[in-house]
């Protein structure tokens, strides 16, 4: 069978099987800062496992993309090596959430495997688990796998093999694995435990069925879970190896394609070995098709997180791509193989294609440049290691990865090459000392407010029966809402907030948005029967299907429990950000009518005087287009197009046309906010809005700049901020032209001339200053001009001139001279020190100008190089210009002279 077939009759069998088709969520996980990546079927359904969201459905079915880069699961250094490790693949899965347990989850995959798929069950052995102290052996698998294996094809195994975890927290539970025996020829020895436990390729494992019984908090303590459930992943590349007959995965459709054009790049056949080509291949294959679907997905390389791993990643294929001799741009060109062969299964990756290309290549063209900037340091390093201990340090390696971007592998090869040890210790302590500085400073953190403390158990079971008690759209001011639950300044649950303190309130209803999709939380007052009102200043996430929690300060008389009160939202705030969100849909969707359907929103803030939208594309944008893009904006608000909303269910808002955006996690039902008939604007959202498009008043682009490589961001204002930027601007042009006597509709010509002007003016300038130094100056060490073994040498501080001045003074001073060497020296304007040596071509030899500076430079702090005749360096300390010159006459004296003896 084709994998595009396994993938079909896998979601059929258990379609038919009264499981949902689920799509595939995005390689980045919704609102779950626990998973730097999607690494298993059952991330989007982990709030489901653990009671605290519901679906329309108990049984759901998957193909599901995934990488497993970080943390626990972290296959990147096996691939290439390994014939079964990937980075990205494809994980099939069926789940079930309370329904059917162990003895219908075991038929069901016996069924698929053995009568669906017809494999020989004489070869299909399967483990449970043995048991482990706190937890039992798992009785209840043994004896249902006996209804259909004999007792010598079921091996028991322990927490390491038979109990599976998402990560350190989360879901977990005993599992049962089913492996398949691939022969006597593979090596083995035969016996399954003996083999499965040593890692032998003889029995491969195939598919694991997780009986979801827990859930794992951080101190590692054990909860069962509401009720038991299913969850089962088997990759899609394993599998299809096996049914093709093939001990490596490569060896299959899904990487064939590829391997086969990277052959024709590079000109290796791939020949399904071990050999360093094929290694390459493989990590090159394996690596296009993860740095694909993360592009895909709006993740762009970068040197912070998810973009960074991306970047890890892209940067080991193009080192392995040199490996195989390809030292232009080639990965964006396999990115259409890819596309190719797996864009019916996922649309994502047709509709963004030049995204991923552009983002590709782009990529490709910097390491280039990594390279060019990073070696000349790298050899440094390593000339330095080979004189003296014959180790690379770790810490300068690091320095080199990490500031510069080479990878680890490249610094170990050329080490290795120059018979020099690599100090790999030194390197990973360094590595962990920016992990750990990287997560101090990170904001990839928690934002579900579990940090909240509570009174009892029950109180937060109160609380939860409640749930997210948003009513907000429709309104702004509720009245006789009453208070569940109170907390001081550390979220501790109190009885009461006194009068002039903080805190947060709980309440029964509110209107009061909480921050999310990029909008920012609504502020506003909270008032009791007294009539005593306490500031809203923000509004927090309090945890999992718990209800949002009101920031209070400045509280007027007395907060207790059980209050009745009123809640105001600040509707002038709320009234100026909805503008703002409606405007960003409406900014959105014209960046796709301009730049095209590549367009994905990567980012947002929308705040009551301001919005931001992060965006991928590949190149800045014109003023043409920026001017474009706005008047489409403005026209679709001069229609006064209502803005409508309704709850849809997801997949099928989707499939109409409505954008999902970036990042965000999205139930079985969403809301979908669409302007008019919605073929303007049609996109899943939560936010609040302005019920027509003329609410707007009028949309304004402030800025657009570039945030990382393949996205943009514009930053622009809406209804009376626009009008202030306006009328600013107005009376800017106003005072300006008052000012000059130009014509308002000659101001930017009078600027022009004026700087043409002042041009002028700084080149005479420069041009004076340059003779008066030709003259030299008073004397001293700055101005000597000396004879040395036959050759003229001028050593000399200049003054008050600029670095193209310096270096026409030099070029001058050497054409006057026959035979000779010149030293120039300048502190600038910032504060920083300019060299220039220039040497007459017959000593370029003797004296050559890279070298002098190259030594010279430290004494005032810096460094540099350049050609035999020509080199220019850079330092930071004006007050040793003196002694670098003296310097520079016994250098250049024991060059020539030693050169005139020899």
């Known amino acids: 069978m084709h994998p595009r077939e396994i993938r079909a009759s896998f979601l059929k069998y258990f379609e038919q099987h009264g499981h949902r088709v689920v799509p595939s969520s995005p390689l980045l996980p919704g609102d779950d800062p626990t998973l730097l990546f999607t690494n298993a079927g059952m991330n989007q359904f982990k709030d489901v496992f653990l009671g605290r969201e519901k679906r329309d459905y108990v049984r759901a079915a998957t193909s599901q993309k995934c990488m497993r880069v970080s943390g626990k699961h972290n296959d990147l250094d096996n691939v290439g090596p390994s014939l079964r490790h990937h980075t990205f693949f494809e994980m099939l899965g069926n789940f079930s959430f309370g329904n059917y347990f162990k003895t219908d989850a075991i038929e069901m995959a016996w069924n698929l495997l053995t009568k669906q798929w017809q494999l020989d069950p004489a070869a299909l052995y399967v483990t449970v688990f043995k048991g482990a102290p706190g937890i039992p052996r798992d009785e209840e698998a043994y004896r249902r796998w006996l209804d259909f294996v004999p007792a010598d094809h079921i091996g028991e195994l322990g927490m390491a093999d038979n109990f599976w975890a998402m990560g350190d927290t989360g879901p977990c539970g005993r599992c049962s694995e089913i492996y398949v025996d691939r022969g006597p020829l593979v090596p083995g020895t035969g016996n399954f435990v003996a083999d499965v436990e040593s890692g032998s390729e003889r029995f491969v494992e195939i598919w694991n069925n997780v009986f979801m019984e827990f859930e794992r908090n951080a101190q590692g303590v054990l909860t069962p879970l509401p009720a038991p459930s299913i969850d089962t992943g088997m990759g899609l590349e394993r599998i299809s190896a096996v049914m093709q007959g093939t001990t490596s995965n490569y060896d299959t459709p899904l990487f064939m394609p590829l391997l086969t054009a990277i052959g024709e790049r590079c000109g290796h056949e791939y020949g399904r070995s071990m050999s360093a080509h094929d290694v390459s291949m493989r990590v090159v294959a394996d690596h296009t098709r993860a740095a694909t679907f993360l592009i895909a997905d709006g993740v762009v390389p970068s040197n912070e997180w998810r973009g960074y791993v991306l970047r890890k990643i892209m940067r080991r294929a193009m080192r392995h ?136 158990d029950e109180e937060r079971d109160e609380l939860r029966a409640v749930g997210d008690n948003f009513d907000g759209y429709a309104e702004t001011t509720l009245r006789g809402v009453p208070v569940l639950a109170l907390f001081n300044d550390q979220k501790q649950s109190v009885v009461a907030l006194e009068a002039g303190g903080s805190g947060y309130v709980t309440i029964g209803k509110t209107p009061f948005y909480l921050e999310s999709g990029g909008q920012v939380s609504d502020q506003g007052w909270i008032e009791p029967a007294s009539g005593q009102r306490s500031r809203v200043t923000g509004v927090s996430r309090m945890g999992p299907g718990l209800p949002r929690a009101h920031r209070v300060e400045g509280i007027e008389g007395r907060l207790a429990l059980r209050d009745l009160v009123s809640v105001h939202v600040n509707v002038d705030l709320r009234d100026a950000t909805r503008r703002n969100h409606t405007g960003t849909h409406l900014l959105h969707a014209a960046l796709r009518k301009v730049l095209g359907p590549h367009v994905k929103q990567a980012g947002s803030l929308v705040a009551p005087d301001r919005l931001r939208f992060d965006f991928q594309h590949f190149s800045a944008i014109s003023a043409g287009q920026l001017l474009e893009i ?126 043409a002007a002042v041009s002028k003016a700084q080149k005479e300038v420069q041009q004076l200053k340059t003779k008066l130094a030709l003259g030299g100056g008073a004397g001293g060490p700055g101005d000597d001009q000396v004879e040395i073994a036959g050759a003229t040498f001028i050593a000399r501080e200049v003054t008050d001139v600029d670095k193209e001045s310096l270096r026409a003074l030099a070029d001058t001073l050497k054409s006057r001279l026959k035979t000779g060497v010149v030293i120039l020296a300048a502190g600038m304007a910032d504060g920083k020190v300019s060299l220039i040596a220039t040497v007459t071509p017959d000593l370029a030899r003797k004296a050559p100008a890279g070298q002098l500076v190259k030594q010279l430079a430290p004494i005032v702090g810096g460094g540099g190089g350049g050609r035999a005749d020509f080199a220019e360096a850079g330092g930071k300390d004006a007050s040793k210009i003196a002694e670098l010159l003296t310097a520079a006459r016994g250098l250049v004296e024991k060059l020539l002279v030693a050169d005139k003896v020899d």
């Not at 000349?376 to 180790?391: F, I």
């Not at 100090?423 to 928690?446: L, N, Y």
């Not at 955006?661 to 303007?680: C, I, W």
Request: glycine share 12%; proline share 2%; aromatic share 6%.
């Open 321 to 456: 791509g040199r490996k195989l001799g390809l030292h232009e741009p080639f990965l964006f060109s396999l990115a259409d193989v890819l596309i190719g062969e797996m864009g019916d299964a996922y649309p994502e990756l047709k509709s963004g294609r030049d995204t991923v290309v552009q983002v590709i290549r782009s990529e490709e063209e910097r390491f280039d440049a990594v390279l060019t900037g990073g070696l000349p340091r790298l050899e440094e390093v390593l000339e330095r290691a080979s004189k003296t201990t014959r180790v690379v340090p770790g810490d300068e390696a690091f320095k080199l990865y990490d500031t510069f971007g080479l990878p680890r592998d490249f610094i170990e090869d050329l080490a290795g090459n120059q018979g020099l040890q690599f100090d790999a210790e030194g390197f990973e302590a360094a590595m962990e000392g920016q992990r750990v500085k990287a997560r101090a400073s990170s904001s990839f953190e928690s934002k579900k407010g579990d940090d909240f403390t509570f009174m009892s």
């Open 630 to 755: 706005e008047d489409l904006v403005n026209a679709a608000i001069l229609a006064n197009e209502p803005v409508n909303t309704v709850v849809r269910n997801t997949q099928e808002a989707i499939a109409s046309g409505a954008m999902a955006l970036f990042g965000e996690k999205y139930g079985d039902q969403v809301r979908v906010v669409a302007v008019g008939d919605g073929s303007f604007s049609t996109e899943l959202c939560g936010g609040t809005h302005v019920r027509a498009t003329g609410d707007i008043g009028a949309l304004i682009i402030t800025e657009e700049s570039g945030v990382a490589a393949g996205v943009r961001r514009i930053e622009a204002a809406t209804g009376l901020n626009a009008l202030a930027l306006a009328r600013g601007a107005i009376a800017e042009t106003k005072a300006i032209s008052a000012e000059s006597g130009a014509k308002r509709g000659a101001l930017v010509d009078w600027v022009r001339a004026q700087q």
